[in-house]
C-alpha cells in the first residue's frame, strides 16, 4: 500500500491538491480536517471532543487522531493506498504514523510540502468557500464558482468555514509553525521531503508536484 503525505500551512492548498493528486494517481484521499468536521456535524462523541479545539485553531489531541486514522487505515487496508491531507500534525502523529504502516505493511512513499507565503495564505483564506454537498473548493479571487455563492457541479449553497476568519487563523498559522513546521525537518531526515512551490494556479502548482515526485522516482507514470 501506497502513502503519500502533504505537508503544509493551512490555505496552503493541500486539500485541492489532495483530490486531484488521489484521482490521478488511484489513491484514498484522507483528510483529517474532512472527517471531524463531519463528527462535529454529526454530533458524535469524538465530534464533541474536537469541536472545541477546532473552533479556537488548536489542535485536536494526538490520541483522538491517532484512532480515527487506525481505524481508516485497518478497514481500507486492501486499496492501493492514501493520500494524507492534514495528517500528521505533530512529531506524536508521525510516529504514530509510523507504526501504524509498520502494522499494515505499508511504507511512505514521499512527504509534500506545500510553500506559500503567510500573507498570501490570510489573503487565500478570507476568500474560500466550499461546497457543503460535494467538498469542492472555491476562491472568490482565484477560481470563483460560475454562479456567486452556488456550486457549479450541484448547484448547492456554498459555505464557508467558521475556523477561516482572520483571528483564528493567525492562530491556525501560529499553531502551525510551533507543532507542524518541524515535520519538514523529521521527514527531510529520513530522505522523504518534496518541497513544491505553492505559488501559482491550481494546475501549476499539481504539475509541479507531478513533475518532483517524477524526478524523485516514486511516480506511477502509467498514472499520470
Ligand atoms: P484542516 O481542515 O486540515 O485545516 O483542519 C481543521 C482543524 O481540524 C484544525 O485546525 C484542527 O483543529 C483539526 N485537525 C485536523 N487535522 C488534525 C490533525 N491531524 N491533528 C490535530 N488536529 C487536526
Known amino acids: 500500500m501506497r502513502l503519500l503525505?502533504?505537508?503544509?500551512?493551512?490555505?496552503?492548498?493541500?486539500?485541492?491538491?489532495?483530490?486531484s493528486l488521489a484521482e490521478r494517481l488511484g489513491l484514498v484521499h484522507l483528510s483529517t480536517g474532512?472527517?471531524?468536521?463531519?463528527?462535529?456535524?454529526r454530533g458524535t462523541q469524538?465530534?464533541?471532543?474536537?469541536?472545541q479545539h477546532m473552533n479556537a485553531g488548536e489542535l485536536v489531541p494526538d490520541d483522538l487522531i491517532l484512532d480515527m486514522i487506525k481505524t481508516k487505515l485497518v478497514f481500507d487496508s486492501m486499496n492501493r493506498g492514501f493520500?494524507?491531507?492534514g495528517f500528521p500534525r505533530t512529531v506524536t502523529q508521525a510516529e504514530g504514523l509510523g507504526w501504524l504502516a509498520d502494522e499494515v505493511g505499508a511504507g511512505i512513499d514521499r512527504v509534500i510540502s506545500l510553500a506559500v507565503d503567510d500573507e498570501v495564505i490570510v489573503g487565500?483564506?478570507?476568500?474560500?468557500?466550499?461546497?457543503?454537498?460535494c467538498g469542492a473548493i472555491y476562491n472568490d479571487v482565484s477560481n470563483p464558482p460560475s454562479?456567486?455563492?452556488?456550486?457549479?457541479?450541484?448547484?448547492?449553497?456554498l459555505i464557508r468555514r467558521?475556523?477561516?476568519?482572520?483571528?483564528?487563523?493567525?492562530?491556525?498559522?501560529?499553531?502551525?509553525?510551533?507543532?507542524?513546521?518541524?515535520?519538514?525537518?523529521?521527514?527531510?531526515r529520513r530522505g522523504l521531503l518534496l518541497k513544491v512551490d505553492g505559488h501559482g494556479t491550481t494546475d501549476q502548482i499539481l504539475?509541479?508536484?507531478?513533475?518532483?515526485?517524477a524526478a524523485s522516482g516514486t511516480n506511477d507514470r502509467t498514472q499520470v
Open 124 to 133: 487565500r483564506l478570507s476568500a474560500r468557500s466550499s461546497c457543503g454537498v
Open 83 to 85: 493520500i494524507f491531507d
Open 46 to 51: 469524538l465530534g464533541n471532543q474536537a469541536n
Open 162 to 188: 467558521s475556523d477561516d476568519s482572520e483571528a483564528v487563523v493567525r492562530n491556525r498559522l501560529t499553531v502551525y509553525y510551533q507543532q507542524t513546521k518541524p515535520l519538514e525537518e523529521y521527514y527531510s
Open 147 to 157: 454562479r456567486a455563492g452556488f456550486c457549479d457541479n450541484d448547484d448547492a449553497a
Open 5 to 19: 503525505i502533504l505537508l503544509g500551512a493551512p490555505g496552503s492548498g493541500k486539500g485541492t491538491q489532495a483530490k
Open 34 to 41: 474532512d472527517i471531524l468536521r463531519e463528527e462535529v456535524r
Open 207 to 213: 504539475t509541479r508536484i507531478l513533475t518532483s515526485l
